[in-house]
């Protein structure tokens, strides 16, 4: 596991590596929605003065778990400020597959619940960014792995109003494809070509989907030898769900030259 994290790190080090006097601060921040009390991490570099791009990140079925706040910190580094949303809720945190799957579910089974809560995660980051001087509203991307990959293409197709959605090996099944005509976010989806829960017939239903309002500027990568969970050290089912370490490389470098561009 050490080796695989140190990798990632290498592979995201050209567009997140921070200073080696850096602080990165993971504050964890409760708030509520329709009830519910959930709490979510903010993670950026206390070095860093002025105000930086906003990246919320919808982690995969595990929820926040630690492995996601790490990712969150190599990733945001000194040039963004993240914040792990938080799908579920306090009171369910996943302690394992068969848990995740059935959290993961009860969020697919309701698009609006879904819906409403990434985009609560949006309105946290930029409260949060505000109030500690530290994220540009006008300067907000979404990014997702696994289910979380569909909880932001579900945020564009909400019609939210940000710059960029990323999804890495994500949930791409669209409950209300009409809601593409929404779509204001540019969309880079990086998926593994031998993905077998989402495999290329998901993807063509997407592109069709994201191609039909004629107004999505859109990007979909498939990468050879990869299957799900190609970004995740801890994924060894093989065959189905595999950290690879080039495509993981490979992904990171594209999100960094898409935020570029978007910023």
Request: charged content about 25%; proline content about 4%; glycine content about 10%.
């Amino acid at each position: 596991m050490r080796n695989g994290i140190f990798v990632m790190c290498l592979a995201a080090g050209a567009f997140a590596a921070a200073p080696a006097n850096a602080e990165m601060k993971t504050d964890r921040v409760a708030y509520a929605l329709g009830g519910k009390s959930f709490e979510g991490v903010l993670v950026y570099d206390d070095a860093v003065t002025g105000k930086r791009p906003g990246v919320v990140m919808s982690p995969n079925w595990l929820g926040v778990t630690d492995a996601a706040i790490t990712k969150a910190k190599m990733l945001a580094g000194e040039k963004y400020v993240y914040f792990v949303a938080d799908m579920y809720g306090t009171d369910v945190r996943p302690k394992n597959g068969k848990e995740a799957g059935q959290a993961a579910d009860a969020v697919r089974a309701d698009l609006d619940v879904m819906s409403a809560r990434i985009n609560k995660a949006v309105d946290v980051l930029l409260a949060q960014g505000s109030e500690r001087g530290i994220v540009d509203p006008g300067r907000i991307a979404a990014i997702g792995f696994c289910f979380g990959g569909g909880t932001v293409l579900e945020l564009a197709r909400s019609g939210r109003d940000i710059k960029g959605v990323v999804t890495f090996h994500g949930s791409l099944a669209a409950a209300r494809p009409e809601d593409a005509k929404n779509i204001k976010a540019k969309i880079l989806v990086l998926h593994g070509a031998d993905d077998p829960f989402e495999p290329k017939a998901s993807r063509d239903e997407l592109e069709a989907e994201l191609k039909a309002p004629g107004t999505v500027d859109y990007q979909i990568v498939a990468f050879s030898g990869a299957v799900h969970s190609f970004t995740d050290p801890n994924a060894h089912f093989t065959g189905k769900a595999e950290y690879n370490e080039r495509v993981t490389r490979r992904a990171y470098a594209m999100m960094s030259d898409f935020f570029s561009e978007i910023f």
